[in-house]
């Protein structure tokens, strides 16, 4: 089961999440990925995710919600923190959440997620 912690909330049933560190702007390397369906497939639910935060998020059609504290990330008992980054998420319902660390460039942040998802999709073409 993938959570996501954070000082006041838990999201919780996560089937995707992406998160992107502060230093991902200068290397995509540091940008990782979570998946309850590690498929073959999975990775074009991680492009439309970038796709869609980013295009929607030039639209003012998508907010990423700010926070202040360290996110965590929690995978079948592994945790990995964030203290500068983005982190989007889809649940098992299908909405989106989109959490960011004060003082961040959302665009910046969003449209890194989006080129490294669009890189690894294209890598199978």
């Not at 991902?24 to 935060?53: D, R, V």
Request: aromatic fraction near 12%; glycine fraction near 4%.
């Amino acid at each position: 089961m993938l959570k996501i912690i954070m000082q006041d909330q838990v999201v919780e049933y996560c089937v995707s999440i992406i998160a992107v560190p502060e230093k991902a702007m200068q290397e995509a390397g540091y940008i990782q990925t979570f998946t309850e369906n590690t498929t073959s497939s999975s990775k074009h639910e991680f492009h439309a995710m970038a796709q869609m935060a980013y295009y929607q998020y030039q639209d003012n059609e998508f907010s990423c919600e700010v926070v202040t504290g360290p996110v965590v990330i929690e995978s079948d008992g592994h945790k990995e923190q964030f203290d500068a980054a983005v982190v989007m998420a889809r649940d098992r319902a299908g909405k989106y959440h989109a959490f960011i660390h004060d003082g961040l460039p959302v665009k910046k942040m969003l449209e890194a997620a989006f080129r490294f998802c669009t890189r690894w999709v294209r890598l199978d073409i």
